[in-house]
């Protein structure tokens, strides 16, 4: 049986205008946590991709990716309704953040993507990929 939005088009495209692409609590959590650490990062670049953690001397980058919109395997749901838009729409997602990761690479830098239930089951397990990232960047530098 297929269940139908309770929600009219123009009241599903305000719910969905309002959803956050930054400062979600996940990248708090992890910007907190590598701060406690005592590294320091930039938040707003001109990067490809629009990092969530720059680190420029380390040439390091980190993402937080969220596991709806970039189809996390353990928690994706794929929407029942209008499909063939949502399937387009991960698609998109997947191959830009392929693209991103390219451009980057070739640019130089290291880049880190966390999904969003990694961070929020073991922050710390982050910070320290991360740390070990960025300071093994700074040495060969």
């Known amino acids: 049986m297929s269940r139908t939005d309770v929600l009219s088009p123009e009241q599903r495209s305000l719910c969905m205008s309002r959803i956050r692409g930054r400062d979600t609590k996940p990248e708090i959590i992890l910007r907190r946590a590598v701060w406690r650490a005592g590294l320091r990062y930039r938040l707003r670049s001109k990067l490809g991709g629009k990092p969530d953690l720059v680190f420029p001397a380390a040439r390091v980058v980190v993402f937080v990716d969220g596991c709806q919109w970039h189809c996390c395997p ?67 530098v």
Do not use: M, Y
Request: glycine share 2%.
């Open 74 to 140: 353990d928690h994706f749901v794929r929407p029942k309704s209008n499909t063939d838009f949502w399937d387009r729409k991960f698609e998109k997602n997947r191959a830009r953040d392929k693209a991103v990761n390219a451009l980057l690479k070739k640019q130089g830098w290291r880049v880190l993507r966390f999904w969003e239930h990694d961070l929020e089951k073991n922050c710390q397990a982050a910070v320290r990929r991360i740390l070990r990232t960025v300071n093994a960047s700074s040495e060969s």
